[in-house]
């Protein structure tokens, strides 16, 4: 574990749940639950206040939460917390993995496009890590308890232009889970001694990657201007003639977007992408504060790097923004926005820390 802290990126104020401040974890019903109610309504009170929305306003509410899904449900928690309108619309989305924020937007846009003129969705993105903590020994078993932590975001989707800091561009889903290695590559499963626990695939970077180059060769003809199409297709027209021997061109997708937001599952999963995409340690110095400030809070990952770029005074309107998330299945998830109306102030997540952001992260930290 030690060895394994030392180089995941991870800073020294993450936050762990209460409950895994005890020798052994208790991983019991209330403290998960305790757990669900701190997030969640925290990020949601947040919301409520900043916006001056009230609660009966909400049209249309979407929760993701992978790996704890109780009786009642996380949206029925939610309704019963605020009072919600009865006939508002509600979905808990759960087992869809670290991508589950993107498609909860996804579904979400897609439930408001038949929704009246005017109307809300919200959309809470969490993982409830109290129930989950793996008390084996195997070390692809363990990887998760050493990068997950406590997190979640609540954003708030409309119809109506009106007070809208982003636009909603595009949403792009890739899913290869036809393939049995992809499929299992993250998987929920029990050791030989019967602790449950999250096995990632020692493939799962390659497995990420190949996740990846489907999902912008979908997204990259919807966003990139012409001239990088163009060389795309003329890469790949000669690499058919002359018998793939000619490298096959990346698209500078810097040419498409301003701002990168990568999820934070771990530093390797960071590196892979920079790597992949062409990208400044500039471009995605998001990722890797909001991995080491937070941690891998999961599906929310990418609204804290959202923030991140906002509090650095780095947003401007026009802007475009790339949202990318992986997920069990496997999934690879993108969705693209554009900044109508930067923030204000710094205020959230980085409100007592931004500036004192970026550090350096060493490839072995000792504590």
């Not at 869809?96 to 993107?102: D, V």
């Not at 609540?154 to 909603?168: C, K, N, P, Q």
């Not at 990846?212 to 199409?229: D, F, R, W, Y």
């Not at 110095?285 to 991995?291: K, N, T, V, W």
């Amino acid at each position: 574990m030690t060895r394994l802290l030392e180089r995941s990126g991870l800073g020294e104020e993450t936050c762990l749940p209460p409950a895994h401040h005890y020798i052994p974890p208790y991983r019991n019903m209330e403290a998960s639950r305790a757990e669900v109610e701190l997030v969640i309504f925290s990020a949601i009170d947040d919301l409520l206040a900043k916006t001056g929305i009230s609660p009966s306003a909400i049209d249309i509410l979407v929760v993701n939460c992978s790996l704890f899904a109780p009786v009642p449900s996380f949206t029925d928690m939610v309704i019963n917390r605020y009072g919600m309108r009865p006939d508002v619309r509600n979905v808990h989305l759960s087992g869809m993995g670290c991508s589950a924020g993107l498609i909860s937007v996804g579904l979400a846009r897609n439930l408001l496009q038949v929704a009246g003129r005017g109307a809300h969705a919200l959309v809470v993105s969490t993982e409830t890590i109290t129930p989950n903590y793996y008390v084996g020994k195997e070390r692809a078993m363990l990887l998760p308890n050493c990068l997950f932590r406590i997190g979640g975001a609540a954003v708030l989707l409309s119809t109506s232009r009106s007070r809208a800091r982003f636009r909603l561009a595009r949403v792009v889903r890739t899913l290869t889970g036809a393939q049995d290695s992809a499929y299992r590559c993250v998987f929920q499963e029990e050791d030989g001694e019967g602790h449950r626990g999250i096995n990632l695939s020692k493939d799962l970077m390659t497995i990420a990657g190949d996740a990846l180059k489907a999902n912008i060769t979908a997204i990259g003809p919807l966003v990139l201007p012409a001239s990088e199409q163009l060389l795309f297709a003329l890469s790949f027209i000669a690499r058919r003639v002359l018998n793939r021997r000619v490298k096959p061109y990346l698209p500078d997708f810097r040419t498409a977007f301003e701002h990168f937001c990568i999820h934070a599952g771990g530093r390797a999963v960071i590196d892979e992408l920079q790597r992949s995409l062409g990208l400044s340690d500039e471009d995605v110095e998001a990722s890797r504060m909001a991995l080491h400030r937070f941690g891998n809070t999961s599906s929310s990952s990418v609204w804290y790097e959202l923030a991140y770029i906002e509090a650095k005074g780095r947003m401007r309107r026009g802007d475009r923004v790339w949202m990318i998330g992986f997920g069990s299945g496997f999934k690879c998830n993108s969705a693209a926005w554009e900044c109508i109306a930067p923030a204000r102030t710094a205020e959230g997540p980085w409100a007592e820390s931004v500036s004192r952001y970026p550090v350096d992260i060493p490839e072995v930290l000792k504590h």
